[in-house]
């Protein structure tokens, strides 16, 4: 799949977006910040992450509020985004030089490798540190663009996973060296792109394995429906029904964490011609529900596309889609339905085999 150039051609993806963010690398942002005309840094992360460290004289405008903010930003001034890692940044800066900052950039590797390359007294977030809620291990699977969440309750030790891929390896090493006791394995949907995993961690595992009431699947599972939730620890998830991708689509919320499948991706959302979903459920969902949220959720959908560098984590918020996301800024009902019927690659040629193979086990 993809070759130098094109380093990820998913069928879920229209195409690559035009345009490169320029990346400052920490080296190179000290030197700014030392020189004549030092740029603002643009803090884009959440309060939450901000109150365990922050760069000196710097501004904060958490990402959800920054399509609505720009206007409050300097022009004159070169802008220096970050975040914790670097994804984030990169979509902060790449919006704002939509809007014409033509000088903004993004803090490549976050505050992260910042720390660790150009100040050493800033405190490394480790895992498990302070109170943190559940946390969230975002698991890439590079050769398909698929991407697998293991949540977790640090205090109780249990977890769940959602849409896992076929090789139950890496999950059960991370289960194993975290000392997580899996309680759930979620499939999000039935995925007709790639060969889904339930059935092989089931196996090694034991964990129940979830769907949708929707789904036709053949193989021993238990049924979610609106409303519904399933424990781990102190910790629940909260079920959203939101067909549209295929009528058996399930968006999963944990606190502020929306696990939005292929119903809301970064930027685009999930195909609905592969299966038995449809434009018009796809627009239901979305506006009847899922962008009923707050806009400070944070969006986790199943896969990511070209141009969106992996292992940072991968995660957008709904006010940032809300403003941004081509699909979801058609303007009206029937432009929506015409993108998402319109435009898009291929089908995969053997995406009816895979839709059987998952739902038989
Ligand atoms: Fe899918």
Redesign the pocket.
């Known amino acids: 799949m993809g070759s130098p150039s094109d380093p990820l051609r998913h069928p ?1 993806f229209r195409t690559a977006r035009e345009g490169a963010v320029p990346l400052i690398a920490p080296k190179e942002l000290r030197e700014l910040l030392e020189g004549p005309t030092p740029p603002l840094l643009l803090d884009v992360r959440s309060e939450t992450e901000r109150r365990w460290v922050h760069l000196a004289n710097d501004r904060h405008l958490p990402i959800h509020t920054l399509p609505r903010e720009t206007g409050q930003l300097p022009r004159d001034r070169p802008i220096v985004a970050y975040d914790h890692l670097g994804p984030q940044a990169r979509r902060a800066a790449e919006l704002l030089r939509s809007r014409g900052f033509d000088r903004a950039a993004a803090l490549e590797g976050g505050i992260d490798e910042y720390a660790r390359v150009v100040d050493p007294t800033l405190p490394r977030y480790r895992e498990g540190e302070g109170e943190r809620g559940p946390l969230l291990h975002q698991l890439p699977r590079p050769d398909t663009g698929c991407l697998a969440y293991l949540v977790t309750d640090p205090v109780a030790r249990e977890a769940i996973i959602i849409d896992p891929g076929p090789d139950a390896a890496p999950y059960l090493e991370t289960l194993r060296a975290g000392t997580w006791h899996l309680v759930a394995i979620v499939e ?6 790639h060969r889904a995993g339930h059935a092989a961690l089931h196996a090694a595992t034991d964990a129940p394995i979830y769907v949708s009431r929707r789904s036709p699947a053949q193989y021993p599972h238990r049924t979610l429906s609106d409303g519904e939730t399933i424990d781990f620890g102190s910790e629940e998830i909260k079920v959203l029904e939101t067909p549209g ?2 009528r058996d ?1 399930l968006t999963l919320r944990v606190r502020d964490f929306a696990f939005t ?2 119903t809301l991706l970064i930027g685009s959302c ?1 195909r609905t011609d ?2 038995d979903g449809s434009p018009d459920m796809l627009w239901e969902s979305l506006t009847e529900k899922l962008l009923r949220l707050p806009d400070e959720t944070e969006v986790y959908p ?2 990511f596309g070209p141009r969106h560098a992996l292992p940072a984590r991968y995660l957008s918020t709904l006010g940032f889609e809300r403003a941004t996301n081509e699909a979801l800024n058609q303007g009206s009902r029937e432009a929506f339905i015409r993108y998402m019927t319109e435009g898009w690659p291929p089908k995969p040629a053997d995406f009816e085999r895979i839709v059987q193979a998952n739902l038989e086990g």
């Open positions: 879920f999000s949907h039935t995925h007709a792109d991708h295929t689509h499948g292929d999930g592969l299966g199943a896969h």
